[in-house]
Each structure stands twice: as C-alpha cells, then as structure tokens.
C-alpha cells in the first residue's frame, strides 16, 4: 500500500494543472474590454484607478468559479498538487503588483501603473504555467512584452494597452485553451 500511494503521490506531482480556464479567460477578457472603456471615458486618475480596481475582483471571481467549474466536470482537485504550485507561483507576482499599486497611488505616480500591471501580471502566468498546459506560459510572455512596450509607451496609449493585454490577449489565449483542452 505504501509504495501505491508513493506512485499515486508521484505521478500527482508530475502533472500538469489543466483547469485552466478557456471560456472563464474569454469572459475575464470581454470585461476588461469594458473596463478599458469606462476608464477611457474618466480624466480623474483616482476614478481611473477605480475602474480597474474593481475590474479585478471581478476577474478574480470568474477566473475562480470558472476554474472550479472546468475542474469540477473533469473530476480533478483544485487543490491537488499542481493546482497548488499554480497558485503558490501565480500569486506573489500578484500581491506585488497590489501593494506597489497601493505605494505609486500614494506618490500619484500613476503613469506607470499599466506596464507595471500587464508586467506583474505576465510573471504570474508564467510561473504559474510552469505547472499547466503550454500555453498558458506562452500567454504570460505576452503579457510580459506588452507590459514591458506599455512602460516606455506614451501614457495615453495605457488604457489601449490595457485593453490590448487584460481584454484581447485573454480573449485570444482563452479561446486556443478552450478548444485545445477543453473549455
């Protein structure tokens, strides 16, 4: 029995996390698209940040119910082994990129925050894709590159760049790992 767990054990830590989600990235995509618009319409940068402030729990709350859903019909455990290395190698890009948003909103230094945003962003695809299906690496390069262009980019192209990334790259990645590995 000791070494069957050993082999079950193993093979569960060579996988690869594949409830990713195809469409929930669409979705996440097509309301970024939309935030990307609002906050095209506001000149008040506090009011801008706003926008995308609540543009991430919202992605956030449908990436996760729609991670949870496309793991649920495939019978896998959110929090097997390679579903935590996902999220342990996701997340702290991501706690960055908050408490930095938080120090750049205090000195108003909200020029950067875009490039800053699809950077940290892009770092936290990556390494959590070391984990999952190829693709998904591949989509937080171009968040990287996206972010790096955004940084040297005229600031009011942001918004654009914004939607390039957080709207048509979700849109595109979320489509190829929907048809590829399923939803």
């Not at 609540?54 to 793991?71: C, D, F, N």
């Not at 192209?157 to 990334?165: E, K, R």
């Amino acid at each position: 029995m000791d070494n069957l767990r050993f082999i079950r054990e193993t093979m569960e830590r060579a996988s690869s996390f594949t409830a990713v989600p195809g469409w929930g990235g669409v979705a996440i995509g097509v309301t970024a698209l939309i935030a990307a618009f609002l906050a095209s319409r506001i000149r008040d940068e506090h009011e801008w940040m706003y926008v995308w402030a609540w543009e991430l729990p919202l992605a956030m709350v449908i990436g996760g119910w729609t991670m949870k859903r496309k793991a649920g019909v495939a019978q896998l455990k959110l929090l097997s082994a390679p579903g935590r290395k996902f999220t342990l190698s996701l997340t702290p890009p991501l706690v960055a990129g908050a408490f930095l948003s938080v120090a750049m909103h205090r000195e108003g230094a909200y020029d950067a925050l875009p490039g800053m945003w699809l950077l940290l962003y892009g770092a936290g695809v990556v390494t959590g894709g070391a984990f999952s299906v190829r693709v998904v690496p591949v989509m937080g390069l171009c968040f990287m590159g996206l972010g790096v262009v955004t940084l040297f980019a005229p600031i009011a192209l942001g918004n654009l760049l914004m939607a390039a990334g957080f709207g048509g790259l979700h849109i595109v990645f979320g489509t190829i790992i929907a048809r590829r590995h399923g939803g």
